[in-house]
């Protein structure tokens, strides 16, 4: 019953009128990313989505994965055979090393149909989605044994990849996990211990499964200085690439959950399993932070998708579902009742998740844009600025976006009424499956402390700098063009509540550090708001031109126009209760012993 | 593994010091209610809710209500026995007319427990609740020969009750309903039609259901003129009170839900079944908004207390589980790790929610005591100033305490990290159960569009203003008190925007109907902020007398403050930002056509 529809012209208008990607044909794979190209990759991307992805997103709901006694698991009808589409059609190594296999392109580009596909099922996407992050840190941190014996079959597919961190009694302080390597003598180890929630730790739909696995080489220091990193294959692989006997590492069960069902999350046992070294002893954090990195925009995405979907379903409903009359008086006195989408409550609604929505979608691409730079450019300047910038709002794309598409997955279940609560509708299941995404590759908490702790300060704070020139350089260029006006001085407003905000906390978390910590959420979501107003402004620059251009589809650039609006007006006044929030402080926060609470 | 304590101590707070009962018993049931017997049925409620419901929570929630091919349903284990000790225990007829059987105790204490209950098991507790609804309807619009058929059975719970609005094409828009009722000739009516989204429509726990049905009388006039409400018991009474032969109504099927597993959900058909009158024929409406005005604070309730059970956990757990080290350097440097409570983004979401569940377990128990005073105080102009705020702040309590139950429901499970997701731990069944409460009786929605459109304009705005002089006065009274200035100037300010907006939807709301749509919600919510500052302000105040005559339990009232504090400094500001939305009105709400979204 649910629909799905990708919004192509969305992500066009963001490719190619917004960022204007046409520009940045020096970087690598850029050039083969021609405006025709792009159309077709989304096109084909958005069929796929629509047609293969999208009908099996309740099925996985409902079969979810089930584990045989031989610990062998089975994912929901029809996945298998739709994964092995998405292998086939090379989508998985879209952006990927071409030495590898892959296609080169643009990771820009591989962001924006990712959007649709997790929009389509985000269930069945996490399988790939694991398998990227596993793929980046052996791209990163491997050696070029490793690289050519993983990589290739990766990147086609037909073996998937893992991330292991999480143990029973430790996920964020990852310094006190247990799980135990022993030297073999021959250069690989043994690896024991028990991973948990581990996401397509064991399925059916690849040959083999190359787990990344955290864990403490004997001896090695406490903490987190002592963790290394270990390539634990399912299957062990011959020098020839061949896979053979089956490694000791099994799924123990797998957990019951209040969505993702579609996907496998095991508790993963390590018995003596065979594992080798990746990027060496001790260093394992930093290679698992590759991944980590990796994981967090594409989680960052989920959210966005989430929204997306669960809003076009609202919309449709909003349109069809009659019941009541406007306040105005009947607007379709011919029938019973009028639709939903006439009352102003359910626009507030719908104006609100759009807004986010489309801003959201313009952010998560402008990022994987600086990415591209930031790892493609020739030019060390742009590729250091592009890699402060991309480091700076990693944690902003995570918490904000999957934040906001929980709430907006909440709103668009409330368009439907009752319906919206029962699992027939499929509302239930977008509120359920968003709710993972605030949580997993770091709560949300966690980013707005590596934002507000770690990312603002760093090199004094040249990267958040950076991102204050930005915006305000935008607002100052279009300050003589009057119909800019109205969305430059409700993004400045916002600019100037951040900067205060950024000020306050340098004096203050200096002085006490829980000053920053009791700070980090609200920070974190007025950053969210100023910089999705930035490209609300910069959506809005574009749609100006194309209407100037005397484009075509003028309604479609007045849409962009009215949401944008929407945006500054009612969506902007939030910056100030978060600057009046954080300037609070820690001490109202800390008052109460924790036997109090 | 998830864990309960009702919190006796708050609300003996709140019934003896804040609102000073005592003070009330020249009501009727009042006198009885003295401080002794008071904190006995209490403390006997805390004890019935810990050990008898909330071992069932998890229970019901896993294995659901089921239903055979007869059409029978039957109830998860346990919850038959433990509804059997409920009535026996004379809970449900606490506060229910003593001609009847009830024990007629105050309302207020009804209400005051029932949130022990709901915390500790909302779906079974919703088989009562729906009674309770029925109950008042017969009692105000029944005839003498329906009351003493009906009442003495449902007040001892031998028989339920339900409410059978919705039909598949209707909700909100009962006008627009079809299930019809066709004269007997006997004064009876055959009803048929079907009914969808019925709460304990069928069960196992009793041994008469009934069912008050919305239908209309074949010739009614079209819309809501023309609607009837009926008694249709699943069992024919006999004059004597027996239970005869089967009424022609039967549950046609079970709703899949995304909570409240363990209350029956039914479509329930009827098929000429027989029904009896009630309130007079087209008068349907006006009767069950008896039920609609007393289920809409009890669900208001159910938003509270999920959101005590899930803090209570959340609280636990960031005691227990210990994960990383304070900022300010480590607090148990004997341990691994500190435990979650230690940081400040933890303590930010443990102390919204906990000033947000105090204050509305006071606003909660204000309200029903204003119910008390509306129905049973013989001064009239007692009983009306009453009966105007209950009125005011209904859709308040249904609405604000269930979105921000829900929403805390939400952050509580975030504490957990991934454990938050798996259903072993509890966690995501306080979320999904939380989530109906914004939904049914009335969605928030709509609860806003009641506030702003029918309850304050009604008698020139009398009730409002009211209000309004209520929560000036205590500022005002209390200026010169220097300890209680940094609650009453937040107070003033949050009172200030409500103000302001009220007077903006005034001027603009008559210009356009739509301007009073678009602030609905926001409006709610800023009110909803105001009285719970409010609240938090009579606590404050009672707490610090506490502390002045050398009370004993320092502590309490001291963290009392502190909350308190919490609350102004970091929750208030919001007023802010919901006026400056309200105050955009609804041009950009309105822009778009309905093909734009």
Redesign the interface.
């Known amino acids: 019953m649910p629909v799905f529809k990708a919004p192509v012209d969305d992500t066009l208008f963001i490719l190619n009128d917004v960022l204007g990607i046409e520009r940045y044909s020096n970087l690598a794979g850029f050039a083969d990313a021609s405006p025709d190209v792009v159309e077709a990759i989304v096109q084909e991307a958005a069929k796929f989505s629509e047609e293969v992805l999208f009908p099996l997103n309740q099925v996985g709901d409902q079969q979810g994965c089930k584990r045989a006694d031989d610990g062998s698991v089975t994912t929901p009808e029809g996945f298998k055979a739709a994964y092995k589409q998405y292998c086939e059609s090379g989508w998985l190594g879209l952006a990927a090393d071409p030495e590898y296999g892959g296609q080169g392109l643009p990771y820009t580009l591989h962001t924006a149909i990712g959007e649709y596909m997790s929009s389509a099922n985000m269930a069945l996407m996490m399988y790939p989605g694991l398998t990227q992050g596993a793929i980046a840190a052996i791209q990163v941190h491997g050696d070029d044994a490793q690289k050519s014996k993983y990589l290739p079959k990766m990147i086609e597919g037909t073996w998937t990849g893992t991330m292991n961190l999480?143990e029973p009694h430790?996920?964020?302080?990852l310094?006190?996990l247990r799980t135990k390597a022993v030297p073999n003598g021959d250069g690989s180890y043994r690896i024991s211990g028990q991973k948990?929630?581990i996401s397509a730790g064991e399925h059916d739909m690849s040959d083999n499964i190359i787990h990344l696995v955290l864990a403490r080489i004997e001896g090695a220091p406490e903490g987190t200085k002592g963790i290394s990193l270990f390539i634990v294959p399912k299957f062990m692989v011959g020098e020839d690439g061949s896979v053979g006997k089956r490694n000791a590492v099994s799924c123990g069960s797998l957990?019951?959950?209040?969505?993702i069902h579609g996907n496998s999350t095991c508790v993963m046992n390590y018995d003596e399993a065979t594992g080798y070294l990746i990027g060496g002893e001790n260093a394992g954090l930093k290679a698992m932070f590759v991944m980590m990195n990796e994981a967090r925009l594409g989680v960052g995405l989920q959210g966005q998708s989430i929204a997306e979907v669960a809003y076009q379903n609202a919309?449709d409903y909003?349109?069809e579902r009659?019941?009541?009359r406007a306040?105005?008086g009947p607007k379709y006195p011919d029938k019973?009742?009028d639709?939903l989408?006439v009352?102003?409550?359910?626009?507030?609604?719908?104006?609100t998740i759009?807004s986010f929505n489309e801003a959201g979608r313009a952010f998560v691409i402008w990022t994987a844009l600086k990415s591209d730079i930031a790892h493609r450019s020739e030019v060390e300047a742009d590729a250091t600025a592009a890699s402060d910038i991309l480091g700076l709002v990693t944690p902003v794309v995570k918490g904000v976006l999957t934040d906001r598409g929980?709430d907006h997955a909440?709103m668009a279940?409330?368009v439907y009424?009752?319906h919206?609560?029962?699992?027939?509708w499929g509302m239930?299941q977008y509120?359920?499956d968003a709710?993972?995404a605030?949580?997993?590759e770091g709560?949300?908490?966690i980013q707005?402390?590596d934002l507000v702790?770690r990312k603002l300060g760093m090199n004094n704070g040249r990267a958040v700098m950076a991102f204050f020139k930005e915006v305000g350089d935008f607002c100052e260029d279009n300050r003589s063009d009057e119909k800019m006006a109205p969305y430059t001085k409700a993004i400045k407003k916002g600019l100037n509540d951040m900067q205060a905000a950024s000020m306050w906390l340098m004096q203050n978390g200096m002085k006490?550090?829980?000053n920053?910590?009791?700070a980090?959420?609200d920070y974190m979501h007025l950053f969210g708001l100023v910089v999705l107003g930035y490209m609300w402004g910069l959506m809005a620059k574009a749609a100006q031109q194309k209407l100037a251009d005397g484009a075509d589809n003028a309604?479609f650039y007045e849409?962009k126009l009215?949401?944008a609006?929407?945006f500054m007006?009612?969506v902007m006044?939030?910056t100030?209760?978060r600057k009046?929030?954080i300037e609070?402080g820690?001490e109202?926060?800390?008052?109460?012993d924790?036997?109090?609470?």
């Open positions: 999480t430790c996920g964020t302080d310094g006190m948990i929630f957990e019951e959950k209040m969505g919309a909003a349109r009659i019941q009541g306040l105005t019973k009742a639709p989408i009352h102003p409550d359910i626009r507030r609604t719908l104006m759009k929980f909440v279940q409330q009424g009752g919206g609560y029962i699992e027939e239930s509120v359920r709710r993972i605030m949580i997993y709560a949300n908490g707005a402390l702790g006490d550090p829980n920053a910590g009791a980090s959420t309604a849409t009215a949401t609006r929407f007006e009612r006044p939030e100030a209760m009046a929030r609070t820690a109202t926060l800390m008052a109460l924790a036997e109090a609470f």
